[in-house]
């Protein structure tokens, strides 16, 4: 009887509720996401803390975040459903594998929206960045550096990786136009800082001559294993975070460029997920963003990187805090990483 | 009943904590039911399979660090011969990564026994071998999972709070445990475990023993891996994080690292509670930071005061 009392006051509060305001405004939005420990996924949850906080319309955050496979995203994904979020914003393991616990929340009347990364479940809305045209855009800049022949260590993310797959689509699209570029050595950095290091490290007391690296992402380690090494610098490609950029505009002789991949892109999912909530659904399901290149060489490049410098950030941080249009927070709140509430 | 109490007293207690958290669980949201529970289970699923295969190694008296990475395999390898495969394929299919399953612990014994290298150096090698076997078999996550087999842990069956994939554990479990329990197989798992050198003396062979207790903690990896492929529709060959969670669960379970002693309810009656905390931290949006610290001094906290309670029993 209690219970029955409980649900009939539950459903007047409700009906009032909407009686008066046409939305409540005061959501609770899930968050999934499954490498924990990482420079760049450490960047897009505080970007998604912040984007709530700053949105001023999120009561409280759920957030899910720790290292495990898809599976426990779907155990995650799950638990969400049952603490009754509005909205879901999740990074997904792979494409595929969380369909099925996406596919109930949005039976659930849940917004889901996965960001970085694309999944293929119907209704889910995608915002994502554009990975193989990242590692498209970086590989064909290092070919033509290199004068479209020589040899290249290619140092990739995580062997199995949704994103690394993409990557690897767009590495080989670009060596697929340079007949005379060859891979001197490939491997698969984990996208550790520490193993990405140990490896070039190893590579370099070869003594084996190569013309280029090109690296998924961990790239100011590799950068400081040459100077440290006290072997000629080769042209490498990385990715906008603040340590690499940082050398990009200081390192003497260094020629490098680093290819947009903005972690930020966690603020913009909370955005989007609001604006569904509010009723302003986009018309496409699928958000790509584009990455862009900054070369040091370049003179448009070079301003950009001279603009992007912050010694604020974690140099594992990309230096794209923020995105137009979808992001409101200030540098200080992503820094200071604080969601509503806490 | 004290007997009773006695010999279980320790599974009987984790029950208890269990009750417990779904108490917890229904404060902190009210309308936690069927769907609650059917989630759970499902979540459950593949950290059950990789605790039972540890705790058949550990009740010989070893461990197995190559879980995780033989459930991989087998996920993989079912994704892969399940694409496009009908009815009698999936079986085909089904039965391949069974065998495969026997076959891999059977090596990791075979290993162990014959080359008298310590277990955990070896199953640690093999931890490498397979997740370079399943990336070998599958470079990124792909394949399929058939859809009949994929229905069979979603929902309920029967009564709407009784959910499929409990009942597929239940019955899992039992086709390989019950049998095991009662046969002389079992009894000399246990005996190896125990003390191996009066096993040897009491006619057990132990060699053979021991393999038959990795085949077996193989098999129902590739169970495991099988779940989780029937759980994502597809198959991964990153390894998940199940063997440092495989051993937590054996251990608030009952099993004791070093052998002869143990089940296969207590651990994973211990896995749902493990799940459990989880849940209940997610519904309380707990910082993911502190979810973890939790987690681990629950473990510490429900060993020790177990550890408390046996020695008082003992002096009593």
């Given at each position: 009887m209690k219970r029955y009392l409980g649900t009939v006051a539950a459903t007047a509060v409700l009906a009032t509720g909407f009686g008066t305001t046409a939305f409540a405004e005061n959501y609770t939005i899930g968050i999934s996401n499954t490498v924990q420990g990482n420079g760049w996924r450490e960047e897009m949850i505080c970007a998604m803390k912040a984007q709530a906080?700053?949105?001023?319309?999120?009561?409280?955050?759920?957030?899910?975040?720790?290292?495990?496979?898809?599976?426990?995203?779907?155990?995650?994904?799950?638990?969400?459903?049952?603490?009754?979020?509005?909205?879901?914003?999740?990074?997904?393991?792979?494409?595929?594998?969380?369909?099925?616990a996406i596919e109930e929340a949005i039976e659930a009347g849940i917004v889901v929206v996965a960001v970085d990364q694309a999944v293929t479940a119907p209704g889910a809305y995608i915002l994502s960045n554009n990975q193989e045209e990242y590692a498209y855009l970086g590989a064909?800049?290092?070919?033509?550096?290199?004068?479209?022949?020589?040899?290249?260590?290619?140092?990739?993310?995580?062997?199995?990786?949704?994103?690394?797959?993409?990557?690897?689509?767009?590495?080989?699209?670009?060596?697929?136009?340079?007949?005379?570029?060859?891979?001197?050595?490939?491997?698969?950095?984990?996208?550790?800082?520490?193993?990405?290091?140990?490896?070039?490290?190893?590579?370099?007391?070869?003594?084996?001559?190569?013309?280029?690296?090109?690296?998924?992402?961990?790239?100011?380690?590799?950068?400081?294993?040459?100077?440290?090494?006290?072997?000629?610098?080769?042209?490498?490609?990385?990715?906008?975070?603040?340590?690499?950029?940082?050398?990009?505009?200081?390192?003497?002789?260094?020629?490098?460029?680093?290819?947009?991949?903005?972690?930020?892109?966690?603020?913009?999912?909370?955005?989007?997920?609001?604006?569904?909530?509010?009723?302003?659904?986009?018309?496409?399901?699928?958000?790509?963003?584009?990455?862009?290149?900054?070369?040091?060489?370049?003179?448009?490049?070079?301003?950009?990187?001279?603009?992007?410098?912050?010694?604020?950030?974690?140099?594992?941080?990309?230096?794209?805090?923020?995105?137009?249009?979808?992001?409101?927070?200030?540098?200080?709140?992503?820094?200071?990483?604080?969601?509503?509430?806490? | 009943m004290n007997r009773v109490l006695g010999k279980h007293g320790w599974t009987l207690g984790l029950l208890a904590l269990l009750v417990l958290l779904f108490g917890i669980t229904r404060i902190i949201q009210p309308n936690f039911g069927a769907s609650g529970l059917d989630s759970l289970s499902r979540a459950a699923l593949p950290f059950a399979f990789a605790t039972a295969a540890m705790v058949i190694v550990v009740i010989a008296g070893g461990i197995d660090l190559s879980v995780a990475s033989m459930m991989a395999v087998a996920g993989v390898t079912a994704a892969v011969l399940m694409e496009g495969a009908g009815t009698g394929g999936t079986l085909f299919a089904v039965a391949v990564v069974l065998v495969a399953g026997l076959a891999m612990g059977a090596l990791n014994g075979a290993l162990i026994v014959v080359t008298r290298v310590p277990d955990i150096v070896v199953t640690l090698a093999m931890l490498f071998v397979w997740e370079g076997v399943a990336l070998l078999i599958l470079k990124a996550p792909g394949g399929t999972a058939t859809p009949w087999l994929r229905e069979m842990i979603v929902g309920p069956l029967v009564f709407a709070w009784l959910p499929k994939s409990l009942v597929f554990l239940a019955v899992c479990l039992a086709a390989v445990w019950v049998p095991l329990k009662r046969s002389k197989l079992g009894l000399s798992i246990y005996a190896i475990g125990s003390d191996e050198l009066a096993a040897y003396r009491s006619g057990v062979s132990v060699g053979r023993t021991r393999i038959a207790a990795y085949a077996l903690c193989g098999l129902l990896s590739a169970i495991g891996g099988l779940t989780l492929t029937m759980s994502t529709g597809n198959g991964e060959p990153i390894p998940g994080p199940y063997l440092l969670a495989s051993v937590a669960a054996a251990v608030l379970g009952g099993a004791v690292l070093g052998g002869g002693r143990g089940a296969l309810l207590g651990p994973v009656i211990a896995v749902f509670v493990l799940r459990l905390v989880r849940m209940d931290l997610t519904l309380a949006s707990v910082d993911p930071n502190v979810t973890t610290i939790v987690e681990g001094t629950i473990m510490v906290a429900v060993v020790m005061l177990g550890g408390v309670l046996a020695m008082r029993r003992r002096r009593a």
């Open positions: 906080l700053s949105s001023g319309e999120v009561d409280s955050l759920n957030i899910a975040h720790r290292n495990t496979d898809a599976s426990g995203q779907l155990e995650d994904i799950r638990n969400l459903i049952q603490a009754g979020v509005d909205a879901i914003v999740l990074n997904p393991s792979n494409a595929d594998g969380v369909n099925s064909k800049w290092l070919f033509e550096e290199i004068g479209g022949s020589g040899s290249v260590v290619y140092m990739r993310g995580a062997a199995g990786a949704g994103a690394d797959n993409d990557r690897d689509k767009g590495f080989q699209r670009a060596l697929a136009e340079f007949p005379d570029v060859e891979i001197a050595h490939e491997v698969f950095t984990g996208w550790q800082q520490d193993q990405g290091k140990q490896q070039i490290l190893d590579y370099l007391a070869t003594g084996i001559p190569f013309d280029g690296v090109w690296t998924s992402g961990i790239d100011n380690v590799i950068v400081d294993a040459f100077l440290e090494s006290d072997v000629p610098l080769v042209p490498i490609v990385g990715a906008d975070n603040a340590g690499f950029v940082g050398q990009l505009a200081s390192v003497e002789g260094f020629t490098g460029a680093a290819v947009t991949n903005p972690g930020s892109i966690g603020g913009a999912g909370v955005t989007l997920a609001l604006q569904i909530l509010d009723g302003d659904a986009p018309d496409s399901n699928t958000v790509l963003v584009d990455p862009m290149i900054w070369a040091n060489n370049d003179p448009e490049g070079k301003k950009l990187i001279e603009e992007a410098q912050n010694p604020n950030l974690d140099p594992e941080w990309p230096v794209s805090v923020s995105i137009p249009g979808w992001t409101t927070y200030t540098m200080e709140e992503i820094i200071a990483c604080k969601g509503p509430g806490e | -």
